[in-house]
């Protein structure tokens, strides 16, 4: 999923400050499941926010709609019964969603709510952590399952360096070093070989190194 | 200030702070009118949204009073809601609200005597941290 955090409310406050009228828009994707922009942190942040200007003598009405999806044309489209009522859209999803809205309500301003993170998966209740940089190569499959490119912090490929010390990174002894957790996999499945194999450099234009990406589906776009 | 009476909302869970209150009435124990029980099947009920949205509609303070640790009814509900409480502080925090104005507690079902304490001492430091700030402007919106 794509993670998100909240960010911090004085920033939000200061979007919000000079308006009377906001959409707060919420998403039901990635954002609820890593508790960042759900129906449910858009209710918190309403009442935040209401509260806090309330507190200093102005008045906020809040508009709360959570979306489907924010990064899709069709849901974005439900807005539109709601957007002559506000003054300003506050969006919480990650910033795929904040530029759709951008995109189709170009007569309001739109602000995040979010400070998009990374692609991650649940480590466990409350813990997410990077496992994808999307570099539009995938060699997951001779690495045994396991990214070097999101989760060595110097993407190495030929992995480890030798800041690896038992099993950790040198940046911190809180972050496994993956080139160990490659090996450790390799020799659980009998595939030591795999590991002798030399990578060779990889082709950064399949990743964000060649400018904006786009996938075009002939047998599905109109 | 004098005359300030708080309006505290309680979220009690069922199985223990609810009938702590009971037995607090069967004690014959007095504790603060001040104090609104919310009775909810257990504490990990409540989400931060609940205590904001008390709140922001009036409450001076809020409580969750939930079962002693490892006593949960539902495993450990009243730990998430610790931690959610927590959370609420914090961003009572941000705001200038302040995160005082919010506790967690935890009793059994039998401390009818410790559910009137804690109440007495909630409201009384509700009452020392003055009004909710938002209780002007909603003042001014109801008139209105």
């Known amino acids: 999923m794509i993670t998100a955090e909240r960010k911090p409310m004085e920033e939000i406050l200061e979007f919000v400050r000079p308006y009377s009228r906001i959409l707060l828009v919420g998403c039901n994707e990635c954002v609820t499941v890593c508790a960042a922009g759900g129906r449910k942190e858009v209710g918190i942040l309403s009442a935040g926010l209401q509260m806090a200007l309330m507190k200093e003598g102005k008045t906020l009405d809040v508009k709360e709609v959570t979306l489907e999806r924010q990064c899709d044309p069709e849901y974005v489209e439900e807005l539109v019964t709601y957007i002559d009522q506000a003054d300003i859209i506050l969006s919480m999803a990650c910033g795929c969603g904040v530029q759709e809205i951008a995109r189709r309500y170009k007569e309001k301003p739109v602000y995040p709510a979010l400070n998009t993170k990374f692609m991650g998966a649940s480590e466990r209740q409350g813990i997410w952590a990077e496992r994808c940089q999307g570099c539009g190569d995938c060699l997951l499959g001779i690495t045994g399952g396991i990214c070097p490119i999101a989760r060595c912090s110097k993407r190495i490929m030929n992995g480890p360096c030798g800041g690896s010390t038992q099993g950790k990174c040198e940046i911190s002894s809180d972050v496994d070093c993956v080139w160990q957790l490659i090996w450790d996999r390799l020799k659980a499945l009998g595939m030591e070989n795999r590991y002798e194999d030399i990578m060779a450099a990889k082709d950064w234009r399949s990743s964000r190194d060649g400018g904006p990406r786009k996938i075009i589906r002939e047998d599905l776009a109109e | ?144």
């Open chain 2, 1 to 144: 200030m004098g005359d300030f009476e708080p309006v505290i909302v309680a979220f009690c869970c069922h199985y223990c702070a609810y009938t702590a209150a009971d037995m607090a009435g069967s004690m014959r124990l007095n504790y603060p009118s001040n104090v609104n029980i919310v009775r909810v099947p257990c504490s990990g009920k409540i989400d931060v949204k609940h205590i904001l949205r008390a709140l922001q509609n009036g409450a001076d303070g809020v409580y969750v009073a939930g079962c002693l640790e490892g006593d949960c009814h539902f495993k450990n509900g009243n730990v998430k809601a610790a931690r959610r409480v927590a959370y609420a502080k914090k961003l009572l925090d941000e705001i200038g609200i302040g995160g005082d104005r919010v506790e967690m507690v935890t009793m059994s079902a039998g401390m009818g005597e410790r559910f009137a304490r804690t109440a007495t001492d909630i409201t009384e430091k509700i009452r020392a941290l003055g009004p909710n700030p938002v209780k002007n402007a909603l003042a001014k919106k109801r008139q209105s």
